[in-house]
């Protein structure tokens, strides 16, 4: 019996890169990204520069983040699919009030909201159970219509883009946009909590495996609500930077954002079903994304063939994963 | 009599509360009359389908988030072939429209079956490909219907020998809903599909075991809502006239509408009657709503928190269920 155990089987080549993608999922990743750069460097020789460089990233910024509270949310097996009703009311709210209010508490009164819409998450996924996408889908039909009565009080007082927002969400200083100024801290603050520290521990251990995480004490709702309310305060600012960026607000400044939020996550090597992934794959992730859009507006192609691609991306890439990790 | 109240129980307390709801409808407004429930009835057809389509994937211990997105692309498939065409061409649409349905549907449960990616996630994938797609179709809503198939839905069913008191309380397009629904669903839940079906939701393991052949009837119960939902998808061009790309609210409204109806999110359990009068009701909360004079927007956000909070209940009598 022992006998063939002891001669050791050569690995094919195939299974040696899969192992090698799946140990080290960010070398792939930066390698696409490069390829893609290259890609849009034949194709209109001449367009990376340092100021496409700089718009990639201002326009990477939101995104990524938002990446980030899907990462966060799908290493605990969940989604959370409010981000971009959660991001365009702060935005809107903040445009709004900042007209007759002190920038200080148009900023509390934009964040109300995001805390508001995470609390109910975390309680209907964490208390009652609801599947996360379900919750955070019908808490984002309640925000939009909560959005679509309060635009109406303050239709004659108008709109305004506070400088400040502008000037980091569009601002250049050196050639480096303003907006690492927030990126880098909150993406350094969210790899330490992920990494580092206990709460960060547990997220990766409900995703991994929710029974005996609650076998061993954790109260699984406390850790589910911090999560989603995290979440949606970290839409709510993805938010505010975003309107810096756009300078118009809308009702739906921020959802077609949503989709790519996921894709950027699942590419970035977080797992849909939890346990498994970061969020430095994440940010590669958004990346690769907004130069994938720049490439796909190059080409002319459609939205609808985009949001296509981005759903494919998210099947084929989930689908891979899987047999990955089936063959360890 | 009290052995089907009992088998019945659940449906029979929501038609109670239909019922309830009506003598509500009709003390707030007592002009209510035959005319505002044959609107009912055709404001009811759309999310009928889709919350049939969700049924189906729901009793085979699955989900399916695509069904909105499907309904926008048969729609605007629909209403663009449509526009512009003669009378008949319709004829040959309406079948076109219901097979991509069915065969979409099919993919959807193809992928699950061969990729073995969660029903969730994949058709969540497919809710980002088919929303794509009807982009692709028609970018802005537009597109025509063709004239007998608008007046299928309109209107009463002239029954000779009927009053016409009586006859103005029968829509037309409660008898499309009726007609439909059961055309597919009664040979369904007589044959053997339908029993494996219940089965492979109620045990995938123990349906194997048994002989079931799970994936197949898994891909079926995926085709089934296809079709369901490109007929959801037609009655939205029925009653528009046009196709409009972007997805209605009909996927969180399948969800609750399932729940409400008694059908058990894990699987296996409850029929399509419950959640067709769920639909009934949640419809009519929303007239109650809208004649009660309260600005639209607020009902929008009164009816999605009614739907989470029946979702949340579904949840928590699932959760209680398995403990």
């Known amino acids: ?328 | 009599m009290s052995h089907f109240l009992r088998r019945q129980g659940w449906v029979s307390g929501l038609f109670a509360l239909f019922v309830a709801l009506f003598i509500i409808t009709k003390l707030i407004q007592p002009a209510y009359g035959s005319g505002d429930f044959g609107s009912l009835a055709r404001a009811v057809l759309p999310y009928a389908f889709a919350v049939a389509a969700q049924t189906v994937v729901v009793i085979a211990g699955g989900i399916d988030l695509s069904v909105a997105a499907m309904m926008a692309l048969t729609s605007v498939t629909a209403a663009s072939m449509m526009a512009g065409a003669s009378e008949e061409y319709a004829l040959f649409v309406v079948p076109f429209v219901l097979a991509m349905g069915f065969v979409l549907g099919a993919v959807n449960g193809m992928l699950i079956v061969v990729t073995r990616v969660p029903d969730i996630v994949v058709t969540l994938a497919t809710l980002f490909v088919l929303q794509g797609a009807a982009l692709l179709v028609l970018d802005a809503p537009g597109g025509g219907a063709a004239e007998w198939l608008k007046g299928l839905i309109s209107g009463t069913v002239p029954i000779p020998g009927l009053p016409d008191s009586i006859d103005a309380w029968l829509p037309k397009a409660l008898l499309v809903l009726i007609v439909c629904l059961c055309i597919i669903w009664i040979p369904l839940r007589r044959s053997r599909l339908g029993l494996s079906i219940y089965a492979i939701g109620s045990s995938e393991l123990a349906a194997f075991r048994s002989g079931v052949p799970v994936k197949r009837t898994r891909i079926i119960a995926y085709a089934l809502s296809g079709l369901f939902a490109a007929m959801g998808g037609l009655a939205l061009t029925m009653s528009t006239g046009i196709g409009a790309p972007i997805p209605g609210p009909y996927l969180l409204a399948s969800v609750a509408a399932v729940v409400l109806g008694g059908v058990a999110l894990g699987g296996g359990k409850g029929g399509l009657l419950g959640p067709i009068v769920a639909v009934f009701v949640l419809r009519l909360v929303r007239t109650d709503l809208t004649l009660l004079a309260i600005d639209p927007n607020v009902t929008a956000i009164i009816e999605g928190a009614i739907m989470v909070a029946v979702v949340m209940f579904g949840a928590f009598i699932t959760m209680r269920g398995r403990q």
């Open chain 1, 1 to 328: 019996m022992s006998t063939t155990a002891i001669t050791p089987t050569p690995v094919p080549f195939g299974r040696r890169v899969k192992r090698f993608m799946a140990d080290r999922p960010l070398i792939p990743l930066i390698i696409l990204l490069v390829i893609l750069v290259v890609i849009l460097q034949i194709l209109r020789p001449g367009i990376v520069n340092e100021r496409w460089i700089a718009n990639t990233i201002k326009f990477a910024i939101p995104l990524a983040i938002l990446a980030g509270c899907q990462t966060m949310t799908m290493l605990t097996g969940g989604i959370d699919l409010s981000v971009g009703t959660v991001a365009t009311m702060s935005a809107f709210i903040m445009a709004t009030q900042v007209v007759n209010q002190d920038p200080a508490v148009a900023f509390l009164l934009a964040m109300m909201p995001a805390v508001l819409i995470g609390i109910v998450n975390g309680i209907g996924v964490g208390v009652f159970r609801v599947h996360p996408l379900i919750m955070t889908l019908g808490t984002s039909l309640i925000g939009t219509g909560c959005l679509q009565v309060y635009q109406r009080t303050v239709i004659a007082s108008g709109a305004k883009i506070p400088d400040f927002l502008a000037w980091l969400g569009t601002g250049l200083t050196w050639g480096i946009p303003n907006a690492l100024l927030l990126f880098v801290p909150l993406a350094a603050l969210i790899v330490f909590t992920l990494a580092r520290t206990g709460f960060g521990r547990l997220l990766y251990a409900v995703g991994d495996n929710e029974r005996a995480t609650r076998l061993s004490g954790v109260q699984y709702w406390q850790v589910i609500t911090a999560l989603y309310v995290i979440s949606s305060v970290l839409a709510g600012i993805t938010g505010l930077l975003y309107i810096g960026l756009i300078k118009a607000p809308s009702l739906s400044l921020a959802e077609p954002l949503v989709l790519p939020s996921v894709a950027a996550a699942v590419i970035g090597g977080t797992s849909i079903f939890g346990g498994r992934g970061g969020y430095t794959g994440t940010i590669i992730g958004a990346l690769i994304l907004t130069v994938l859009t720049t490439l796909l507006t190059i080409l002319q192609m459609p939205e609808g063939a985009r949001r296509i691609l981005f759903g494919l991306i998210v099947l084929f890439v989930t689908a891979a994963y899987l047999r990955i990790v089936e063959e360890r």
